[in-house]
C-alpha cells in the first residue's frame, strides 16, 4: 500500500478483560497503543485504517512505462496522439485518457496509491463535489460519473480550501476483526498489570517450573514463545493465529505487470 506507515495511525479499540477501576489511569493509556503495536505487528501489519489527504498533479504525457503503487498518481484528462520512437517503431501515445481497452470515449480518471478502502471526500477549489459524481474502480481508480474532467492544475503552495486546488480524502487499510477488541482488552491489561500496578501480572516471566508443598506447575518457555509470535494470552494468542497463522512479518502484496486488469467498477 502506498499508504503504508511506520505503525497503527490509532489505537485499537479496547474491551477490558480485567477491573478497569483497581488499573492506574497513568498507565492504561500507554498499555492500550502499546497493545495496538504488538498486535498490529504480530497479525503481519495487516489491520487498522489511516485516513489521508492527496493532492493528485497531472502527467503531461503517459510515457507507457510500468509504474508500482507509488505511481503514476494522475491519469485523467483528454487524450490526444503523442508520436514515439520506440524500438525503431513509431506509436502513437495517448496522455491522460481511457480509450484503449476500457471505452469508446474519454474516461476522466485519477490514478491513486493502491489499495484505498473507501473515499471520505474530493476537493475542487475547496468545495466538496456530491458523492454519486465519482466512483472508485479497482480500489485505486477515481473515476469522474458526472460528466466533467478532473482538474489539470493543482496549486500545492495554496491549503486544499483555496480556489486553483484539489485534494482527494482517502482512507487506507483494513477494518479490524471483531475479535481484535478482546484480544486488546487481554493484553493491555497484563501490560498494566506488568508495569507494575501492583497485580499479578498474567504474562509468563522466566521461571519455567514451580515446585511447592508437592505440587509442580510448568510454565512455557517465554523466549520459544516469542520467537514463535506468541504472547502466552489465550484471547491474544487466538486471535494472531487466526488472522496471521503464516507468522508474515508484513502485509502481503500481488503484482500482475503481464497481463492486462479487469476493471471492477465501484469497488
Do not use: K
Not at 144 to 172: F, I, K
Not at 193 to 209: D, F, M
Not at 246 to 253: A, E, H, I, V
Amino acid at each position: 500500500m502506498a499508504a503504508d506507515l511506520t505503525g497503527p495511525c490509532a489505537d485499537w479499540p479496547v474491551h477490558w478483560t480485567c477491573d478497569l477501576e483497581t488499573l492506574n489511569p497513568a498507565v492504561t493509556g500507554i498499555a492500550v497503543s502499546s497493545a495496538t503495536e504488538v498486535l498490529w505487528a504480530l497479525t503481519g501489519m495487516r489491520f487498522g485504517t489511516c485516513e489521508v489527504t492527496l493532492r493528485p498533479c497531472a502527467r503531461d504525457c503517459f510515457d507507457g512505462r510500468f509504474f508500482d503503487d507509488f505511481g503514476p498518481p494522475w491519469t485523467g484528462g483528454r487524450s490526444y496522439p503523442q508520436p514515439a520512437l520506440i524500438g525503431g517503431l513509431w506509436f502513437n501515445l495517448t496522455c491522460g485518457g481511457c480509450t484503449s481497452g476500457c471505452s469508446c470515449t474519454d474516461v476522466s480518471e485519477v490514478r491513486l496509491p493502491a489499495p484505498v478502502n473507501r473515499i471520505v471526500e474530493v476537493l475542487i477549489d475547496g468545495t466538496p463535489m456530491a458523492t454519486g459524481s465519482y466512483r472508485l474502480d479497482n480500489n485505486r481508480l477515481l473515476v469522474r460519473t458526472d460528466g466533467g474532467q478532473w482538474p489539470r492544475c493543482n496549486d500545492l503552495s495554496l491549503d486544499d480550501t483555496e480556489p486553483g486546488t484539489w485534494s482527494v480524502t482517502a482512507v487506507y487499510g483494513e477494518e479490524l476483526p471483531e475479535g481484535a477488541a478482546l484480544a486488546m482488552g487481554q493484553l493491555a491489561c497484563a501490560i498494566v498489570e506488568a508495569a507494575g500496578n501492583g497485580g499479578e501480572c498474567p504474562l509468563p516471566a522466566g521461571v519455567q517450573q514451580l515446585a511447592r508443598q508437592g505440587v509442580t506447575i510448568q510454565y512455557p518457555d517465554v523466549g520459544e514463545l516469542f520467537r514463535d509470535g506468541r504472547t502466552g494470552l489465550y484471547l491474544v494468542d487466538m486471535f494472531i493465529a487466526a488472522w496471521n497463522p503464516g507468522r508474515l512479518r508484513n502485509r502481503s502484496r500481488v503484482y500482475r505487470v503481464d497481463q492486462p486488469t479487469v476493471r471492477r467498477a465501484g469497488t
